[in-house]
């Protein structure tokens, strides 16, 4: 029998070694992408904001040349030019050497329809009458853009005459073009953003918005358009990194990284055959001092298990499995001296679980509470982020009497999350703070937002989670409207269902796919996702208060509209205990 117990343990440590060699290597390697993802997206990060401070660089310089020198652009006469040209020296002079001095190299060009011309180093007569017969020039003329990036060479042969050049429009007090600022950054510029991270091992590329590269660490693919973005987007995704397979077939891990501001995109196309090279040596070595330790272990496993299987069995035999609701103690072994060690030892762990199963059960109701009080502020700052944003943008745009309007609505809108400690509101509330909403939304959007509310008569006072339905209606304008010109109209129903309570959202967007419908519903089970958030919130605050058989379900058809239904228990205040909280 002693044989047989020995037999089956060194059996099994064998095994285990096996299955621990294969998740650690498993482990390992999945391990060790995924920091190489995030270690390149991070890298690429950077990147995007050196580019982005360039850019910003042109952008400002624009704007600075606009702020001090329109007056002059609009109305000075021919003989003024000389005395305009000395100050715009001056003024580009100290800008352009204050730049330099941290690696950024612009030039400047200024082309008015009187005639007047103006430029710095690094252009030149030929440029400008260049630029005057681009057709992105005598476009931007007649376009209704104020601003424009655009990719140009000052002589098509020579790669390293490309500048990606920011244009700002000239006009007058009456809306006329008078001319145009173009504020030009050099390849090189671009290049020495990242040339820390180029080497033989990688390819780095910024696309701009057309997917034209406006900088490459292979110079002649610069100003060459390499994709198509919005099939860039879908294939690859924002700010993702992925293994792929490229035009030789080989694969090569693409990160890219976008900026929405500039709407510029660093991409970087890293060798896979590199990769592992890299990393490959060391994981062997560490699979096989792994190895070895676990050899070790098993020899002396075996040999230690001859002298402590037996009084363990007899201390397993005493053990009552049966810990529901405590654990109980075995009688302490003094065969060995470790033996007595141990049932000692587990003697005064069982009289300490026992105390802290008391202490568990005492605080859970506290710690669910507090989950959900998290849960619950995830909804506001949310909400509150796009609702300050749009009256930024009216004050932005001298809508103040509009403005004024949303802030009051606002302010009467968040008088329901201050009172913060309450987790429960009525039915009836809750449909008055979501039509609350959706006044603020329409004179947020200007648009026309229909809401109809069917509600059994018996039902107005059932109690709910609050900020339940706020969430659901949010996602429906924002989602289900965003690419159609119907009205929007939206219902919600609320009736019985037996102990249960059925809340019904419908609206006539857009709807979705079987396949989005799929992706929008693994987002909400997976917790890390940050993606439809209000759906998510409300998913896990069903299950935290009612238990796993509560939540929402999702039905959608393309251009047919979505139903969100929302299952719930059945409550009025009595039901709920003393804390206000546990209803299971």
Known sequence: MQKFVFNRVAITNI??????????????????????KKTRLELLKQVSDRAKLVNNVAVFSAESLYDEFINDFIIMQEDQYDEVINRLEKNVHEKRKLLYEIGIDISVMIILNNGFTYYTAGESEQSVNNVKRSYWYINNISSNEEEIWVLRFNDIETI???????????????????????????????????????????VIYILDSDGKAISHSRQTLVGTELYYMPWFYNEYGKNN???????????????????PKSEWT??????????????????????????????????????????????????????????????????????????????????????????????????????????????????????????????????????????????????????????????WGSIADEIEYVKDYVSLLQLRTDSIIELEVSIEDDLNDI???????????????????????????????????????????????????????????????????????????????????????YGIRIISKKYSGTEVIIKIKKLLVGDIDAKGFNCR
């Open 15 to 36: 095994v285990v070694v096996i299955v621990i060699l294969i998740v650690f290597s498993l482990n390992v390697f999945i391990n060790t992408m995924s920091i190489m």
């Open 160 to 202: 390293a005459s490309m500048k990606a050049s920011y244009g700002k429009k000239i006009l007058d007090g009456d809306g006329q073009y008078v001319g145009l600022i173009v504020i030009s950054i050099t390849e090189k510029t671009l290049q020495d953003i990242y040339i820390n991270l180029f080497s033989d091992n990688n």
């Open 241 to 259: 990194s992925l293994f792929v397979k490229k035009n030789s077939m080989k694969s090569v891990l693409l990160t890219n990284y976008y900026d």
């Open 266 to 423: 660093i991409v970087e196309e890293l060798y896979t055959s590199e990769i592992i090279k890299s990393y490959g040596q060391s994981i062997f070595v560490t699979l096989g001092l792994l190895l070895i330790s676990l050899t070790l272990f098993v020899i002396v496993s075996y040999y230690i298990s001859k002298k402590v299987t037996k009084p363990i069995v007899r201390i397993a035999n005493q053990i009552n499995l049966n810990i529901k609701e405590s654990v109980y103690l075995v009688e302490e072994q003094e065969s060995y001296q470790e033996i007595y060690i141990l049932s000692k030892a587990y003697n005064k762990m069982a009289t300490r679980i026992n105390g802290l199963i008391s202490k568990i059960k005492h605080e859970e109701r506290t710690k669910r509470k507090l989950e959900n009080d998290v849960l619950n502020a995830q909804i506001n700052p949310h909400f509150l982020h796009n609702t300050l944003f749009s009256i930024k943008c009216l004050n932005e745009m001298g809508k103040y009497e509009k403005a004024e309007k949303m802030i009051f609505n606002l302010l009467k809108l968040l008088k329901a999350p201050i009172n913060s400690d309450r987790v």
């Open 463 to 549: 109690i709910i989670p609050r900020f339940l339905l706020q969430p659901i209606v949010e996602n429906a304008i924002f989602h289900g409207f965003k690419n159609t010109d119907n009205n929007a109209r939206i219902i919600i129903s609320v009736h019985s269902s037996g102990d249960d309570l059925i809340l019904r959202i419908v609206d006539n967007g857009q709807g979705m796919t079987q396949e989005e419908l799929r992706k929008v519903w693994d987002n909400v089970k997976e917790k890390h996702v940050f993606s439809h958030i209000g759906l998510r919130n409300i998913q896990s605050r069903i299950e935290l208060i009612y238990g796993q058989s």
